[in-house]
């Protein structure tokens, strides 16, 4: 791991190790449309909702930041992406059953109409399906990472998704909100619906640098506090943004239980900063290049949306 960092562009020995935010993303925005490229054996309507969904114009705050934290050598770039790209489809798996009529019936994501409405609902749940299915596909390819390594890895992204994890907080949103009552069962929520998968796409960047375990502690503590922060941050933008801002439907949450709902959107903001601070933190004892993730913070949460209780 180096003590310094430029983000002023890639460097040609380093590669995306030295790369700017923008590179980085362009990177993995590259990888992922070369793995979702035509392949004759996949029926045009499938292939054409997978790529909708995850082609579209997005962030890829959980590729760049695992690529971020792996800080990968030239050998080994390929798979690091290789592996951003595997969280990035899950996580677009979890758009687009999150949109469906039976969920949050959302009309937009990622500045399109969602999957269901432009391909139908039957083909949008396969589309995800295929994500989901690829995605533990390009963590065994992973030729030049060890098997033991893969095994890791695989187990780190599955303990994310399962009915622990995403497919639990998914549970809980859709048929268990008007439950929620305190800042702790909303914080629940809010981890298994965005922060477990942060946790997982930061400890598998650390897993591929190689980290000791108390430096992966360290890692996985940022990124939680990091997750609870952009949920948060997401919430207050559902409250006062514009759709165009968000580039999905807003105020779908108005009548959910968030801590912009329950609480008012200052305190929703002081959480927030709160989470940012202990990101800061723990990102400090992590032994992590600090200054692309830094600027990876400061890209997210510079300007949180003005208060709007």
């Not at 590669?15 to 793995?35: F, H, I, K, P």
């Not at 065994?140 to 098997?147: G, H, I, N, Q, R």
């Amino acid at each position: 791991m180096s003590s310094t960092s430029s983000l002023r562009g890639p460097d040609p020995d380093r590669g995306l190790a030295a790369a700017d935010l923008a590179g980085v993303r362009l990177a993995v925005e590259n990888r992922l449309a070369q793995l979702l490229a035509a392949h004759p054996g996949v029926p045009p309507n499938l292939q054409g909702a997978v790529r909708h969904a995850t082609l579209a114009p997005s962030k890829r705050v959980r590729p760049v930041l695992l690529v971020l934290i792996a800080d990968p050598d030239p050998l080994m770039e390929q798979s690091a992406l290789d592996v951003g790209c595997a969280v990035e489809m899950v996580h677009t798996a979890s758009l687009i059953l999150d949109d469906l009529p039976c969920m949050d019936d959302a009309l937009m994501r990622r500045e399109r109409p969602t999957t269901h409405l432009e391909f139908g609902q039957s083909t949008a749940i396969l589309s995800a399906i295929a994500l989901l299915t690829r995605a533990f596909g390009l963590i065994a390819e992973l030729s030049l990472v060890a098997p033991q390594t893969r095994t890791r890895l695989a187990a780190v992204l599955s303990q994310a998704v399962g009915w622990d994890g995403l497919v639990a907080g998914q549970e809980i949103d859709v048929n268990g909100r008007e439950a929620l009552v305190g800042a702790e069962q909303v914080e629940n929520l809010n981890w298994l619906k965005t922060g477990i998968l942060f946790v997982a796409a930061a400890e598998m960047g650390a897993i591929l640098a190689g980290f000791d375990e108390p430096r992966i502690d360290a890692v996985r503590r940022f990124a939680r506090h990091f997750g609870l922060a952009f949920q948060t941050a997401d919430d207050l933008l559902d409250r006062s943004g514009s759709a165009e801002q968000a580039g999905k439907d807003v105020g779908k949450d108005v009548d959910k239980a968030t801590l912009v709902s329950l609480f008012g959107a200052s305190h929703a903001r002081l959480t927030c900063e709160e989470h940012l601070a202990r990101a800061d933190a723990a990102l400090g004892e992590s032994g992590v290049r600090e200054e692309p993730v830094r600027a990876l913070m400061a890209k997210l949460f510079g300007a949180l949306p003005a208060s709007a209780s």
